[in-house]
T-cell receptor, first 115, second 115 residues
Framework: AQSVAQPEDQVNVAEGNPLTVKCTYS??????LFWYVQYPNRGLQFLLK??????LVKGSYGFEAEFNKSQTSFHLKKPSALVSDSALYFC?????????????FGKGTRLSVIA | DGGITQSPKYLFRKEGQNVTLSCEQN?????MYWYRQDPGQGLRLIYY???????QKGDIAEGYSVSREKKESFPLTVTSAQKNPTAFYLC??????????????FGSGTRLTVV
């Protein structure tokens, strides 16, 4: 079975400070990993993905994520937070060799960046 | 521009009434998905379809039905058997050559409220 855990319901950070949104996963074999962002009453927007290759993945809006296989983690990071980064963030996973199995999403982490 | 269109944006249902949520995509994607979003529960899979005239139940299919008569369209019917349908519903699609650029492409969602 595939699963994703986002241990923090809410993350608060001051504008200009670095931010981290945590994600751990469980799959059989190697994973596809994704981060999506959701603004109020909108669909999810793609931020970045990890399939293979470099463990540090760079994505949209200055976000990046580090894949750590030994810790089964894929934490989302940004060096300097902006107020406009305030949104709901979702981590998602699927096993690399699972055919067309749907993505499994975490419960989401609400990021609040305070000016 | 290619994308996914969900309609209506807001929908109100009376007790005992069936309602249908529309999802149309012009991305030439093969697979389509319906998720339900409730506060604090993340995204839960209702149904998905990988090809025309075929679909599979997700984790919370009870009280819902779907059809896939055309590649572009994947409507979701919320039946009177769904006892707690008030939620935000998201439609998504992916290409056959998964994950493509973004994994899932999402629509903007439909907010369903029981009155």
């Amino acid at each position: 079975a595939q699963s994703v855990a986002q241990p923090e319901d809410q993350v608060n950070v001051a504008e200009g400070n670095p931010l981290t949104v945590k994600c751990t996963y469980s799959v059989s074999g190697n994973p596809y990993l994704f981060w999506y962002v959701q603004y109020p009453n909108r669909g999810l927007q793609f931020l970045l993905k990890y399939i293979t290759g470099d463990n540090l993945v760079k994505g949209s809006y200055g976000f990046e994520a580090e894949f750590n296989k030994s810790q089964t983690s894929f934490h989302l990071k940004k060096p300097s937070a902006l107020v406009s980064d305030s949104a709901l963030y979702f981590c998602a996973v699927r096993a690399l060799n699972s055919g067309n199995t749907p993505l499994v999403f975490g419960k989401g982490t609400r990021l609040s960046v305070i000016a | 521009d290619g994308g996914i269109t969900q309609s209506p944006k807001y929908l109100f249902r009376k007790e005992g009434q069936n309602v249908t949520l529309s999802c149309e995509q012009n991305l030439n994607h093969d697979a389509m998905y319906w998720y339900r979003q409730d506060p604090g529960q993340g995204l839960r899979l209702i149904y998905y379809s990988q090809i025309v005239n075929d679909f599979q139940k997700g984790d919370i299919a009870e009280g819902y039905s779907v059809s896939r008569e055309k590649k572009e369209s994947f409507p979701l019917t919320v039946t009177s058997a769904q006892k707690n349908p008030t939620a935000f519903y998201l439609c998504a699609s992916t290409p056959l050559t998964w994950p493509g650029d973004y994994g899932y492409t999402f629509g903007s969602g439909t907010r369903l409220t029981v009155v």
